[in-house]
């Protein structure tokens, strides 16, 4: 069943469109991801459905309801942590929790919160005193006090070292088995993979693509390489014979083999068979970032 539902979606900025007949919906307890580059109209869409920016064109319904008609009734229904969240310096951390705390008519027990993102040790800490990874989960904390049942977490492990970032993926997993719907801005790919359940690939101001992380790496090419260091010179026809390869090119001392099925099985069998040993040998499946250059015609990252 789906909680958010956008159709359509236009916005611009003067002569600029930021966001071009975006059309995708969100289901109940799902993880959904919005991934793209900077620029590529993310924020602006999440914006909409949060009620923040009017938009231009299309239909946007966020459990049946209007964010733009309705942003009473929507700031009861979704909680928001936005790109940048920034506090007064000197504000401690208890006291911007019973603040929020109070614009809610059904908050939730926020000294419970604080104690799930393991910021109980902060609650008198100033929040220019808190470090990166600390601000982030006050962040999620603030979008979590008013009980929402939809989360829209923007480009939320931007800046955090790998271990806060791992750790903010644990902390994303289980506020989704509290039964909150998560809506997740982001242009981390590795993110994308271990969290979300469905993504939309958004590339200037469109979606190019909705489905599974893997149902977009599938749709883009289903082979695998092996890349190994031969120990002898082996004739490359003695692979490529092979009905599981499709491919073999050198790439500087290694040799790159390109093929379906049970191909690792098919080339260690050649290779043993002619006592050549594959040293350094890694299997590459077709990843999330191969399938987003595949989709838009450049890396995320450009």
């Known amino acids: ?28 307890g799902e993880i959904f991801g919005i991934l793209g580059p900077n620029g590529a109209g ?3 869409t999440v914006e909409c459905v949060e009620g923040l920016r009017t938009p231009d064109g299309g239909a946007i319904r966020v459990d049946g309801i209007d964010p733009q008609r309705d942003t009473g009734e929507l700031r009861h229904l979704l909680g928001a942590q936005l790109q940048e969240t920034e506090l007064p310096e000197k504000l401690k951390v208890g006291e911007a929790m019973e603040l929020y705390s109070s ?12 104690e799930t993102l393991n910021l109980t040790d902060k609650l008198g800490t100033q929040f220019r005193r808190l470090s990166g990874g600390q ?42 088995d509290r039964g909150v719907t998560i809506l997740l801005v982001t242009h981390f790919m590795e993110e994308a993979e271990r969290l979300c359940d469905r993504l939309a690939v958004v590339d200037r101001g469109k979606i190019v693509a909705v489905d599974t992380p893997a149902g977009l790496v599938a749709k883009v090419d289903g ?16 692979l490529t014979s092979l009905p599981e390869v499709t491919g073999v090119e050198r790439a500087g001392s290694q040799l790159v083999v390109t093929g379906t099925g049970n191909l690792l099985l098919a080339v260690t069998t050649v290779l043993a068979r002619n006592q050549v040993v594959a040293g350094d040998l890694r299997v590459e499946q077709t990843s999330l970032d191969d399938a987003f250059v595949a989709l838009t015609g450049r890396s995320i990252h450009n």
């Open 103 to 114: 614009f809610y008519r059904a908050p939730a027990d926020w000294r419970e919160l604080i």
């Open 42 to 44: 993310k924020t602006t």
């Open 135 to 176: 601000k982030q989960r006050l962040s999620i904390a603030l979008a979590l006090v008013g009980n929402p049942r939809i989360a829209v977490l923007d480009e939320l492990t931007t800046g955090l070292d790998p271990q806060a970032r791992r750790d903010t993926w644990d902390l994303i997993e289980r506020i989704r």
């Open 223 to 238: 082979h695998q390489r092996i890349r190994f260091r031969p120990s002898a010179p082996i004739d490359h026809a003695l």
């Open 1 to 28: 069943m789906a909680i958010i539902e956008v159709d359509s979606l236009v916005k611009r900025y003067g002569d600029y469109t930021a966001v071009n007949g975006v059309s995708f919906t969100v289901e109940q």
